[in-house]
């Protein structure tokens, strides 16, 4: 599975940005899918995670009630709708696959390249 992160940019705080996480090559629609984020000088954390068939959903506590994860399995695309951004947020943002939704990044086996997010004050 091959993941192709997009949507970053530079952003007002109180912003919106809407990322998507194309993935391509095997069937893909069986895999949970995480979103993580690393800020510079800081580790990779977790910020959202989405089971194959949406009915599951997990969230950092940071970002509990701003942001939304959400799939379309036909488009083979996840999403992270981000509202009401931080200058906290700042971070390049990274979508993961694998077979369960956790929020641990060592479960997950597949990862995309990134895709930078900037929040000014």
């Known amino acids: 599975v091959q993941l192709q992160a997009s949507g970053g940019g530079l952003v007002q705080a109180g912003g919106s940005l809407r990322l998507s996480c194309a993935a391509s090559g095997r069937t893909w629609s069986r895999d949970a899918t995480g979103w993580f984020r690393q800020a510079p000088g800081k580790e990779r954390e977790f910020v959202a995670a989405?089971?194959?068939?949406?009915?599951?959903?997990y969230y950092a506590d940071s970002v509990k009630d701003r942001f939304t994860i959400s799939r379309d399995n036909a488009k083979n695309t996840v999403y992270l709708q981000m509202n009401s951004l931080k200058p906290e947020d700042t971070a390049v943002y990274y979508c993961?696959?694998?077979?369960?939704?956790?929020?641990?990044?060592?479960?997950?086996?597949?990862w995309g390249q990134g895709t930078p997010v900037t929040v000014s004050s």
């Open positions: 989405i089971s194959w068939s949406s009915s599951y959903t």
């Open positions: 993961a696959a694998g077979p369960l939704v956790v929020t641990t990044q060592g479960s997950y086996n597949y």
